[in-house]
């Protein structure tokens, strides 16, 4: 009996891991650029995002977007760029991770916003990190929240971020 549970569990992982979204290996040499938004208290939608220096996209939702799941995408070389540049701003130095959060460099907080995480990968290096909690509202990082906020429309996504009013489910 045991032995039918394990084979049953092992089936059933490696079917979930076969089914895993990914996107092809980037010709181009560039950045591909992962952004997370996390969830808030309220309809804030979650998810992930990524994008490659080709143009490739998948989005990954977590909760309320229009998507049902993992879906591929594609970007113009512009809006690739755009977004590069945009959030290079905000880009630690390469391989390292920066936080901005309540308590370590944040003096107004407002809680259930949601969490943002920005990382570039190129190659096998090491990832380059940002993490940003919205819900701090110290005036120099006003910027930030204003490029988080372009994201989906910068890269066209906004249909996919905005569930619809009759919707009730957060998917």
Known sequence: MRTIM????????????????????PVRAGDTIRFSAGPCFGVCPSYTLRVTPDG????????????PGPTR??????????F????????????TTKRIAHGENCERFATDMPGYVIEWMRGEGAPTR????????????????????????MLGLEAMLKPTQSRKSDT
């Open 6 to 25: 394990g084979l049953a569990a092992a089936a059933l992982l490696t079917g979930c891991a076969a089914e895993r979204a990914e996107l092809e290996k």
């Open 56 to 67: 490739s996209g998948l989005i990954e939702p977590g909760r309320f977007t229009t998507v």
């Open 130 to 153: 940002l993490e940003y909690q919205s819900g701090c509202m110290d005036a120099r990082y006003g910027r930030l929240r204003a490029t988080i906020a372009s994201v989906p429309r």
């Open 73 to 82: 995408f594609t970007v113009t070389p512009a809006q690739y760029r755009r």
């Open 84 to 95: 590069l540049n945009t959030l290079a701003a905000y880009r630690p130095a390469p391989g």
